[in-house]
């Protein structure tokens, strides 16, 4: 193993980067299918070597953010990742001083517009907590960073490191990797699922609960989200989604994402299958319709195994068991049924109620006009009292 060997702090930055691509502690990868991110690279990042990821941003613009890990020694053994202890791997780490000037001459010279900056664990959850919060401090306080900031809060992380964490931050993360404690010890039995992780989760909801958002460093608390590692544990997609629907409803998350497992090796997991890119699809669409579009986990479509079928996408397939026979009259229904349409998204919804004050729809050609997928919608709808025509599938 070495560590920062023969590398300066540009080097450091690069190596330490290119990992998120395998990232055990962060948000997904560039390979991640839900928003369409693809690792992009801006000229000014390009110059030095340096992958930088677009993100959304909660009002929907979209940013540059460089993904990084302020060290990658780590004092734990959890069985799928490449940071494990006693692997032999390339090893870099910063200082927070270190790391947060160097991350603003990137963010002065326009490489990179936002931070996301997480760690592997050394010394325990506790000090790395605190050198991941003493670089937020030095970025905002000393060098007067006014950007995007995801911090992630460590394994073990005290209440006070979690609130000034949340003070420093625009998001916060902690990854709760499986969807129980039984599926955890599977893939890093020296984590604990409740005083670990998810109680970290339970703090950042009641601190926004009960503390005015004056508090967070821009007038605002920040976001959370978690990751799961879906397919490390062998669960199945109702373990994964029954707990995003619990995170989505009781802790206020802003999203869950599903890393599919691949395996890495040297690790113990290496011979375990990785998870296909359509499961991890398929788990993305039904985050969101437990999320935004009103379904219960009951309504999902799960087979006998509690897998989602991964031939069909789950908004379709429930449409097609309920609404075949009883379409929707889009010149009628409320928000929450146009909802359940395939093709009709909230914002397609919106535009729906706005236009049927005007006039009644009474063609596929006018959905259209809407931002409508008209042709997933036809099979399921009535315009003004009347089939909509199918256009049947050559394939
Ligand atoms: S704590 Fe576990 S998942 Fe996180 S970097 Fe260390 S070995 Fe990897």
Redesign the pocket.
Known sequence: MFYNKGMDALDRLKWLSSQMTLE??GEPGPFDVSDGALACSRSEARRHGLIIYPAAMPNGRRIHLLKTLLSSA?E???RY?P??AGRDFRRASFTPEEFARLFLRLYESGAAEGLFISS??AGGGIRTQDQLIETAEILRFKLGFKGYLHLKIM?GAEKAQVERAMQLADRVSINLEAPSAMRLSRL?PRKTFFNELLTRLRWVDEIRQSQPPQRGWNGRWPSSTTQFVAGGADESDLELLQASEFLYRQLNLKRVYYMGFRPIPDTPLENHPPTPPLRQLRLYQASFLLRDYGFGLEELPFEAGGNLPVGQDPKQAWAERNLSEQPIEINRAEWSQLLRVPGIGPRAAGAILQARRIHVLRDLSSLKKLGIVAERAAPYILLDGRRAPVQPALF
């Open positions: 055990p502690d780590c734990r053994d959890c990742c940071f494990r592997a664990l394994p890093a």
